[in-house]
């Protein structure tokens, strides 16, 4: 019964990432009609003054939806936790996951109560979007705690690839942010070239940026500089991940994990390619 409360509670965390993503970018720019000619003039809105009911009327279905969602996701992670304690001394499994569970999402909640009154939109977003993915790494974590190894590696083995498994958890959570810095930011269409940007390795940019929630857009050179920053990132996680996966395959018990995620990685990789080459040539067909 618990096993079956995380597998679908860690189901019910992927959908709302997903769910969130579809949210963020259907009123942001990808959704709308006019695409891309909308996502530079939500660039411009982003940093103006709303005026005082603006808050009152943003309810779209879909964060409504996002809402609902995420209330379920936390009444499920407190059945969670609950249980952990209470079953813990029978189960002989730690409660501390589930309960790290809980107090990320009490944070979660708090900051989005919180934020919107005192942050940028630029900054909220790329918090909660590696809150989401956090959330959903903890529910996993816990579901495979529970569940029979299927593979059988020696101890001295795993000990040898955990902390580079760790470090490859976090460049991934980190380039995730860099991924919400530039949705939050409209900096997507910075760079509408690969692997250039703006037909140079090394473009105009401006690495200093106003953490005032309000102010005059952003220039072009300061967009450059958060998407080719977010490239960066892209190419340091992509070699760090590729050598990982590709020193597991050679381990018994491994290889086919290690291939598995090889194929992700080179997936996630086109995946990026393709948003920035359909973005020029569809700037090119409104221009």
């Known amino acids: 019964m618990y096993l079956k409360l995380v597998l679908a509670t860690c189901v019910l965390a992927f959908c709302a990432v997903v769910f969130s993503a579809y949210a963020r970018l259907s009123a942001a720019g990808l959704g709308c009609d006019n695409w891309p000619v909308c996502y530079s003039e939500n660039a411009i809105k982003q940093r103006q003054q709303p005026p005082p009911d603006a808050a009152r009327k943003y309810e779209s279905w879909q964060w409504r939806l996002q809402n609902q969602v995420g209330l379920l996701l936390g009444i499920l992670s407190i059945a969670i936790c609950g249980y952990a304690w209470q079953k813990h001394n029978a189960s002989r499994h730690s409660p501390l996951l589930p309960t790290l569970l809980v107090a990320l999402m009490a944070f979660l909640a708090v900051f989005g109560i919180m934020a919107f009154s005192y942050l940028s939109r630029a900054v909220i977003v790329p918090v909660h979007l590696a809150g989401g993915f956090s959330i959903l790494m903890l529910l996993t974590w816990i579901a495979l705690r529970l569940t029979s ?45 690969f692997p250039l940007c ?86 090119v067909c409104h221009a």
């Not at 498994?165 to 959570?173: A, I, K, N, P, T």
């Open 149 to 193: 190894p299927i593979i059988q590696i020696s101890e001295g083995e795993a000990r040898r690839w955990r902390g580079y498994s760790r470090l490859g958890l976090l460049l991934l959570l980190v380039q995730i942010m860099s991924g919400g810095w530039v949705s939050s930011n409209f900096a997507a269409l910075a760079c509408t070239d």
């Open 198 to 283: 703006q037909g140079s390795l090394f473009p105009n940019m401006d690495f200093f940026y106003s953490p005032g929630r309000f102010g005059p857009p952003l220039s072009l050179e300061k967009l450059t500089a958060i998407h080719w920053m977010h490239r960066v990132g892209a190419v340091l996680t992509l070699v760090f991940l590729s050598w990982l996966s590709w020193r597991i395959t050679v381990v018994r018990g491994l290889r086919r994990i290690g291939k598995f995620i090889l194929g992700l990685i080179v997936f996630q990789f086109l995946l990026g390619v393709f948003n920035v080459l359909p973005s020029a040539s569809t700037e």
